[in-house]
């Protein structure tokens, strides 16, 4: 059976190593600071190895042996078992090895005899109570390690599906704007084909950032910031002149750092869900970063989709608010309303959100 130690192995044993040296150096430190002698504290160190050695190795058997290879290998007979022989052990060197009716027959006095007896009983309860107790302290110790190492892995398994998570959330997004932009450009070089141009080196400059910038869990506002400018001059594209749209960016620290894509779909929303060919329509987007606190607020008008076109209806949302849920728990607010046919989202993110 190929047996794989690791550097946690070698660091857990070892620090038991250390605490039983420890253990055994009481004696001899005390013995040195009292006579300041060397001699006298290797005599002190050397008794207290002699009568406590038995107990360190009741404790490594179960903490090397019967503890990882018994009782957490499905194999607790051999736990249970193998303690079970070394009390037996105990049992056998104390009343079969040495008599203690023959020892306490040199003693005259029957006081003193039955004194020494009870001595005997007691020390020979209290050195088998002490090795049940040394099987249960390795059984303690390497229960806490296994479960410190199973929350280790949960929080780690947590944290991969998290960015599993929000990397495919992310990804969900791309295509969309992708799939709309590149429909405003079809159809605008059919009336203004250096406009299209220019649309389509605008498009380049916005897949460059997509690409390659927002492939890192957080980028600064200001590349966000120049990637939704971009972004909503090409949506202008399919708006009509009963269409206005305004934007607000003020940013005083550009530096500042955000999840890549977070408002691009609720500024997709706005655009598909707030211009009408045939009615007014408008749009407000707003984004302000101040003191590391990020403000996003979009209202548009609302002309809900038919029951023919609902594709992707309420997806880019909830995407969006799983986001925040899964990068910023405890640290946004949302806010969400209709009101005199007028949709309101706005979204808060920082520290004291």
Request: proline residues 3%.
């Amino acid at each position: 059976m190929k047996v794989n130690i690791t550097r946690q192995d070698i660091t857990f044993y070892g620090l038991q190593v250390a605490a039983w040296l420890a253990f055994l150096m009481v004696p001899a430190i005390s013995a040195f600071i009292a006579t300041h002698s060397w001699s006298g504290a290797m005599s002190a160190f050397n008794f207290n190895a002699r009568v406590h050695w038995t107990s360190a190795a009741i404790y490594f058997v179960n903490a090397l042996i019967l503890v990882p290879w018994g009782y957490y290998r499905n194999r607790r007979w051999m736990f249970w078992l193998g303690n079970a022989i070394i009390l037996a052990a105990l049992v056998y060197g104390f009343f079969y090895n040495f008599n203690p009716d023959s020892f306490a027959e040199n003693i005259p006095n029957e006081r003193y005899r039955q004194y020494a007896l009870s001595s005997f009983y007691a020390s020979a309860f209290l050195a088998i109570f002490m090795s049940a107790f040394l099987a249960g302290i390795a059984l303690l110790v390497h229960h806490v390690r296994r479960s410190m190492v199973i929350n280790r892995q949960l929080k780690e398994e947590q944290q991969k599906r998290t960015e599993a998570e929000l990397e495919w959330l992310k990804n969900q997004i791309n295509p969309h704007f992708l799939f709309n932009t590149l429909n405003n450009i079809s159809s605008l070089t059919q009336i203004d084909a250096d406009k299209a141009q220019d649309s389509i080196a605008q498009l380049s400059d916005l897949l460059r950032y997509a690409m390659y910038e927002t492939n890192k869990p957080f980028v600064p506002v200001s590349g966000e910031v120049e990637f939704m400018r971009n972004y909503i001059e090409l949506m202008r594209l399919r708006c009509n002149e009963r269409t206005t749209v305004s934007t607000e960016f003020a940013v005083a620290n550009p530096d500042t750092q955000v999840a890549p894509l977070l408002f691009i779909s609720l500024v997709e929303n706005a655009f598909k869900h707030g211009v009408s060919s045939s009615k007014p329509s408008q749009i407000e987007i707003s984004l302000t970063e101040s003191d590391g606190t990020i403000t996003f607020t979009c209202d548009n008008t609302n002309y809900p989709k038919s029951d023919s076109d609902r594709s992707g209806s309420g997806i880019g949302l909830e995407n969006t608010r799983r986001r925040l849920e899964l990068l910023y728990a405890g640290r946004y607010e949302w806010e969400q309303s209709l009101e005199d046919n007028i949709y309101h989202v706005k979204v808060q993110i920082g520290k004291n959100s």
